[in-house]
């Protein structure tokens, strides 16, 4: 009898498309500069290790940042095409280097340039912008109290290098190179939500002083012989609300010393000192929120009939209140009939609705009678101004 081999052919299994994203960022130029930039600034520690080039110990999850730098290529190309605005401008020193989002020329300066790079209408002093993508989870935020300490510092480094040594002399640039070191008299921030595309702008005059502190900051790191001996400047991975630390390459090794299963932040108690000290502070916080528990008890029933609109700084509008659903149990039954799953002799919702969404079948729902979801308050900043 012959022998026959019989191959079997099976399906490759499908590629990723963020491989594909995750290879081509990582050979973005800005994801392989070694020298310390402006936007390493967030974190002390952080930047020490970018200035001695430790190789990073973890690889964070990129999609949401890698989605930022799509939104936020198209937004600076369109920018550049609709109104002339220099975009994605290099300035560098021998200390640190920065890519601008947008440089603003004011009439003077433009002026200085061949036609074919002036702006389509000059800024009315030259300003230096950040566009920032935000999630709609920090929109609020953002706009109720603008910028973070590290974001100013960024942009105050950028204006700084500007107003220092000018455009970095790099092919592309040189016709900003040659008119050398110009006066930024602005700091200006867009915000764009990534959810809804909302836009907020939060701008200030440029601070010299501000620029000073912002250029000691990287002065310290610099003298750094080792990047332990910097500061951790945020709270550390793995707590429920997440931190810069959770998308940080260097968690583990900023973070070392923790007992397997524990958190982190373990390793910032020593002896019974610090227990106490932490204790301390625990009790001091806990009795602060009940406080504030309690009060925020008390002014949300003092608004229950106030009708939605602004008042003041502060935007109201209400949730909720909508018929709430139930699993319709003879609609259920006759599904479960129909599908020839088994009906239980005795009526189990919960088991019939478990059962049915493993089978992948569709649970028939009901409004419940006299029943609403629960009135939820919602406070945002009002976009009107006293």
Known sequence: MENRVTATLTEPAPVSIWDAATAVDARRPRSQQR????????????????????????APDKKAAILGTYIHAGLLESARTEYGWLVERTVADGRIRGHIDVVQLDAATAARLPKRHRPVQPAEVLTVE???????????RVVRYGPTAAEVRQVLLYADLLRTVGFA????????HRIGPVDVQRIRFRFVCRDTGEEHIDEFDFDPWLAD????????????????????????PGLPTKTLCDYCPWASACWPGAAPGSPVQTVLVHDDEDRAAALA??????????????????????????????????ALSWGGGN?????????LVDTFEHAGLTVPMVPDVDGMVAVARRAG??????????????????VTRSRKRP
């Open 169 to 176: 002399d790099v092919p592309g640039q040189r016709y900003l």
């Open 213 to 236: 502190e912002a250029r000691w900051w990287v002065d310290r790191v610099l003298e750094a012989d080792t990047p332990e001996e910097l500061s951790r400047d945020h709270d550390g």
């Open 130 to 140: 950040d566009v920032k993508t935000k999630s709609s989870r920090v929109w609020d």
């Open 35 to 58: 020298q310390l930039g402006a936007s390493d600034t967030v974190c002390q520690r952080r930047a020490g290790y970018v200035v001695h080039q430790v190789p990073p110990t973890d």
């Open 361 to 378: 079948v569709a649970v028939p729902m009901r409004n419940a009678a006299g029943q609403k979801t629960p009135r939820t308050i919602n």
């Open 323 to 331: 018929p709430k659903e139930e699993p319709d149990v003879q609609a």
């Open 281 to 314: 502070e625990y009790v001091r916080h806990r009795e602060r929120e009940s406080t504030s528990k309690k009060r925020k008890q008390v002014l949300r029933a003092m608004l229950d009939d106030s009708p939605e609109g602004c008042y003041g700084d502060n």
